[in-house]
């Protein structure tokens, strides 16, 4: 079955840090970019970051450079989200989406996502 | 930054057409692209390139895209229907923007 499942949410008091991982089955994860986008509670989708598919290259939301950090294991199929000094606004579900391969612009496969909370 | 402007809700009675809006400065020169997300689910595509559907899509899902403002129609509107919808594109000043989301409701 084509998925992807994150992992990784929970709480964690501000300043601190977490990481996140997406595992990525039933395709060829390599040949994707991909993604992860946030969801406040209540609130709308919001772009967070994308890696290219050999992970040379990446990209980041204002919000959240020189914080989080975006890497990939083709070898595992597994994208990862490396998030440093965590903030209240930081708190949201945090989805990996894969864009279609040599089709950046959109997302045709979103997994079901995970919950940060950042809380003292 | 580009900003992608959305009604915050719509609602229509079974069986009728909902149209949802998203406008931005001169959105018709891009690419827009439709989620369903359905609460406590993941988006889900419906759209993507303006008009095309991804396979599983029901045709009765199409979308339009120029000047200032692009539409997702939705004919024949079902019960399941009800969901909250967004657009995206991507803006080489802002990378990829979504819209403020619009919450459909089926009468």
């Known amino acids: 079955e084509v998925q992807l499942v994150e992992s990784g949410g929970g709480l964690v008091q501000p300043g601190g840090s977490l990481r996140l991982s997406c595992a990525a089955s039933?395709?060829?994860?390599?040949?994707?970019?991909m993604h992860w986008v946030r969801q406040a509670p209540g609130k709308g989708l919001v772009w967070v970051s994308r890696?290219?598919?050999?992970?040379?290259?990446?990209s980041y939301a204002d919000s959240v450079k020189g914080r989080f950090t975006i890497s990939r294991d083709n070898a595992k199929n597994t994208l990862y989200l490396q998030m440093n000094s965590l903030r209240a606004e930081d708190t949201a579900v945090y989805y990996c989406a894969r864009a279609p391969p040599t089709d950046y612009w959109y997302f045709d496969l979103w997994g079901r996502g995970t919950l940060v909370t950042v809380s003292s | 930054s580009y900003v992608l402007t959305q009604p915050p809700s719509v609602s229509v009675a079974p069986g009728k057409t909902a149209r949802i809006t998203c406008g931005g400065n001169?959105?018709?020169?891009?690419?827009v692209h439709w989620y369903q997300q359905k609460p406590g689910q993941a988006p889900v595509l419906v759209i993507y390139?303006?008009?095309d559907r991804p396979s599983g899509i029901p045709e009765r899902f199409s979308g339009s895209n120029s000047g200032n403002t692009a539409t997702l129609t939705i004919s024949r509107v079902e019960a399941g229907d009800e969901a909250d919808y967004y657009c995206q594109v991507w803006d080489s000043s802002s990378d990829h923007v979504f819209g403020t989301g619009t919450k459909v409701t089926v009468l």
């Open positions: 390139y303006d008009s």
């Open positions: 001169n959105i018709g020169s891009k690419s």
């Open positions: 039933g395709f060829t994860f390599s040949s994707y970019w």
């Open positions: 890696i290219n598919s050999d992970g040379s290259s990446t």
